[in-house]
């Protein structure tokens, strides 16, 4: 295997000097082996986070992951991608804070711009009872040592022009609270940024490869059945979002978990106006500006069970009259292009990423709306459940039994509802 | 945007519904004496099917009754819509 092309400012001008010629390609498209010590299905950011980690971190790097698209091109290619680790339950703390740090040593770590961008994550809110909340939230964050602060209605005005600070509005503005370290970062870099590292490390990343079948013998999973030929495994980790119910089913199964759809837009490019993530509590709609200049718009789910992945038109009116009345000027672009994601919902709203009951089978999944984020230490800690056979004390509370005992992680308190979360 | 044929009201936006969930699912009859594996079947472990559901749907801003839903979760395609208490 040739070595890896590092990336550099000298790479570049080489490149440039050339005539962009001498680029090889990022990762290799091998053809699948007959049996791997790992195989991952799904090629998005977790499970090719997962491979990266079992090979860097623990040394195994005779490992596949099979995607049945195109790597990214799951839930990964169609987030809006903010970062943040502004939780209120220490084991939700303790992990995205780990991930959140994985973020920050990224483009570093994988010699790949992911163009994280830590420009601040901002909650704003409209009653005494929300900001008592958020307080609450926030004095919890910095007691476990993550950054939060209080935001009075001038330092709204400041940070965010573009927001309608105006008492006149349905529902006005009293206050925010702003994690400074939580931001965005370029959601198909960090697939490809993790496949290229990967690689290099001798993973195969086999695209266009659909799994249709876990073959199991005496209690243990021994390969999978796939649209390009079996494949054996001796232990296999799922990372397959929203899909999650399916795969597992083929194993025998089931999962507290529900598909549901969330829609994002994102609007004609314009000159920059707004630095910072904004969400806005009363409208649940989140507000940033990408780096091409595209108003970046998300909102809630629609609603009901759904695998359609095109969004509701009354999911959709509601997200951006919401952005209309809080981001006054929204209101005369026009929208590009609108989309919905397969959210893999969990009934506490906190994800699992545990062995299951299959030896040597274990997933990361149910990641909600909030999974982007979590991709880092998603892929950390599956493959160290996979490694060794045993989860590490950051995802031991995200098990599967916790349904069962009792153990929920429910953030908000919603009960076992999956939309609710 | 579903539209779906209440029975007493015709065909009305979802926009009119609060979605009720897996109409599969049977509450213990009896909570005392439901053991904690089926009270965790009832609250959490719902059919997830990309397919055919059967799912409840309460028309809030309509005649305000429970209905029983067959929608297709692939394609949204709508089947029989009854009463879920006749
Ligand atoms: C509109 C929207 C906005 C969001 N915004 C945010 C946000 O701001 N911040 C945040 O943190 N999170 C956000 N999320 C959630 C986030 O996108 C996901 O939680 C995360 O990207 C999941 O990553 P993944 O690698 O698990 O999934 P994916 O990227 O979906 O990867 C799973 C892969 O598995 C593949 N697969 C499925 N079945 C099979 C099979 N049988 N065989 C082989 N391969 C298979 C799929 O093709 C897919 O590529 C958002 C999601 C959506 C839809
Ligand atoms: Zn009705």
Redo the contacts with the bound molecule.
């Keep these: 295997m040739a070595a890896m092309q590092r990336y550099s400012i000298f790479s570049l001008l080489r490149g440039a000097l050339s005539g962009h010629r001498g680029w090889q390609p990022a990762w290799r498209a091998p053809e699948p082996k007959s049996s791997y010590d790992v195989v991952i299905?799904?090629?998005?950011?977790?499970?090719?986070a997962t491979a990266y980690y079992l090979a860097r971190n623990h040394g195994i790097a005779n490992v596949a992951v099979?995607?049945?698209?195109?790597?990214?091109?799951?839930?990964?290619?169609?987030?809006?991608?903010?970062?943040?680790s502004n939780y209120l339950l220490p084991e939700n703390q303790r992990f995205y804070e780990h991930s959140l740090k994985l973020w920050e040593g990224l483009s570093r770590d994988l010699n790949y711009n992911v163009m994280f961008s830590p420009r601040g994550v901002i909650n704003v809110f409209h009653t005494d009872a929300q900001r008592d909340y958020w307080i609450r939230r926030h004095n919890g964050m910095r007691y476990a040592g993550i950054d939060a602060e209080l935001l009075t209605r001038s330092d709204l005005a400041r940070l965010v022009p573009a927001l309608d600070l105006s008492p006149a509005i349905r529902h006005p503005i009293v206050g925010g609270v702003i994690q400074p370290r939580g931001g965005?970062a370029r959601?198909d870099a960090v697939?490809w940024g993790y496949a290229r590292a990967a690689d290099a490390l001798g993973v195969d990343i086999i695209q266009d490869?659909?799994?249709?079948g876990i073959d199991i013998q005496a209690g243990r999973v021994t390969g999978l059945q796939?649209s390009r030929g079996p494949i054996g495994a001796g232990r296999v980790g799922l990372?397959?979002?929203?899909?999650s119910s399916?795969?597992v089913e083929m194993a025998g199964i089931r999962l507290p978990i529900e598909t549901h759809?969330?829609?994002?837009t994102v609007s004609e490019p314009v000159k920059p106006f707004m630095d910072k993530v904004v969400s806005v509590a009363a409208a649940h709609v989140?507000v940033s500006q990408t780096d091409k200049g595209e108003v970046l718009i998300?909102g809630t789910l629609d609603g009901y069970n759904s695998w359609s992945q095109r969004g509701s038109p009354a999911r959709l009116e509601d997200i951006l009259s919401a952005a209309c009345e809080y981001f006054p000027r929204v209101s005369r672009l026009r929208q590009l292009r609108h989309?919905?994601?397969?959210?893999?919902m969990s009934m506490d709203g906190s994800p699992i990423i545990a062995r299951l009951p299959v030896e040597g089978l274990a997933m990361?999944?149910g990641?909600?709306?909030?999974?982007?984020?979590?991709?880092p230490a998603?892929g950390w800690c599956l493959a160290w459940t996979l490694a060794n056979d045993a989860p590490h004390a950051l995802n031991a509370p995200f098990s599967l039994e916790r349904f069962r005992t009792g153990a929920v992680l429910d953030e908000n308190g919603a009960g076992p509802v999956a939309w609710g979360h | 945007m579903l539209l779906i044929p209440c029975p007493f009201c015709g065909d009305r936006d979802e926009t009119e519904f609060a979605y009720g969930g897996d109409a599969g699912t049977e509450r213990p009859a009896d909570p005392g004496a439901a053991t904690d594996e089926a009270w965790t079947d009832y609250l959490c472990f719902h059919d997830n099917p990309k397919g055919p559901h059967r799912e409840f749907w309460f028309h809030r801003d309509g005649c305000r009754r429970w209905l029983t839903v067959e929608r297709d979760t692939h394609t949204h395609e709508l089947g029989a819509v009854r009463l879920s208490r006749p």
Excluded: Q
């Excluded at chain 1, 299905?41 to 090719?48: A, F, I, N, Y």
């Design positions: 299905v799904g090629g998005g950011g977790h499970g090719l099979l995607e049945r698209g195109w790597i990214g091109g799951g839930n990964t290619g169609r987030n809006t991608t903010i970062v943040r965005v959601h697939a490869c659909e799994v249709t796939t990372a397959v979002a929203g899909h399916r795969l759809l969330l829609t994002a989140y998300g989309w919905a994601g397969v959210m893999d990361t999944g990641w909600c709306y909030g999974g982007f984020k979590a991709t998603s």
